[in-house]
């Protein structure tokens, strides 16, 4: 059974620049989210994908969208790369979007933007 | 607004000593609780989780943790630790408003380091 899956996995970028990550969920699941990890801290939720609409967004700009498809994959789409964009960006599946859904991370995607 | 805080940034343990990660968490409610494990270069594993019931819960790789509501706490705790347990740790809480999903909610992690 294929857990949470991201490409890819080492990403280098530059300043204004866009990148698209992607994600496919653990088998049977639903539901993709996307955090953001900068160096040293902990993940930061970006936004909840869920019958291919945008559910739930935390405090992120609008530089930063996404998109589900039918086959439950998910992209990330980020504009106008910053500096400050540079992290380690995890994609989690669960099924369905109840707090008790546990959500199953993948091994993310490292950014780099110079 | 929910929050977690995890005290501890670092802690350094020998192999073989018994372990306690704290954990603090702001809900006004019944939180759910997690405890997650990412060892370098890796995505998060799951090591547990709280949602009602017994307050002590047993995870993976021979980790517990106990939920103490009038303390606001989830420390995670390991009775022997193992050189392989070196990693970061990171306690969450689902956020529960309304049409939040299971957004979760991070604290700022500990990272474990073992002597040997």
């Known amino acids: 059974d294929a857990g949470v899956t991201q490409s890819p996995t080492h990403l280098i970028k530059t300043r204004g620049q866009q990148v698209t990550l992607r994600c496919s969920p653990k088998?049977?699941?639903?539901?993709v989210s996307w955090y953001q990890q900068a160096l040293g801290q902990g993940p930061q939720f970006i936004f909840q994908?869920?019958?291919?609409?945008?559910?739930q967004r935390g405090n992120f700009p609008d530089r930063f969208s996404g998109h589900q498809f039918p086959n439950y994959s998910s992209e990330l789409n980020v504009n106008a790369l910053l500096l400050g964009d540079s992290a380690l960006y995890l994609c989690?599946?669960?099924?369905?979007?109840?707090?008790?859904?546990?959500?199953?991370f993948g091994p993310g995607t490292r950014l780099t933007v110079l | 607004a929910q929050s977690v805080t995890q005290p501890d940034i670092h802690i350094t343990v020998s192999e073989g000593a018994s372990l306690e990660l704290r954990c603090n968490y702001s809900?006004?409610?019944?939180?759910?609780l997690f405890w997650y494990v990412q060892s370098p270069g890796q995505g998060l594993q799951l090591l547990l989780k709280?949602?009602?019931?017994?307050?002590l819960v047993q995870g993976i790789k021979g980790f517990e943790a106990e939920f103490k509501r009038s303390q606001s706490s989830f420390n995670l705790r390991k009775p022997s630790v193992h050189w392989s347990d070196a990693a970061e740790y990171f306690c969450?809480?689902?956020?529960?408003?309304?049409?939040?999903?299971?957004?979760?909610?991070f604290g700022g992690g500990t990272r474990l380091m073992v002597k040997p």
């Open positions: 989690a599946s669960s099924l369905r979007t109840g707090p008790t859904d546990t959500q199953y």
């Open positions: 088998s049977g699941h639903d539901t």
């Open positions: 994908y869920y019958e291919e609409e945008e559910r």
């Open positions: 809900y006004g409610a019944t939180p759910y």
């Open positions: 709280y949602f009602s019931g017994d307050t």
């Open positions: 969450a809480v689902a956020n529960l408003n309304n049409n939040a999903g299971n957004m979760l909610t």
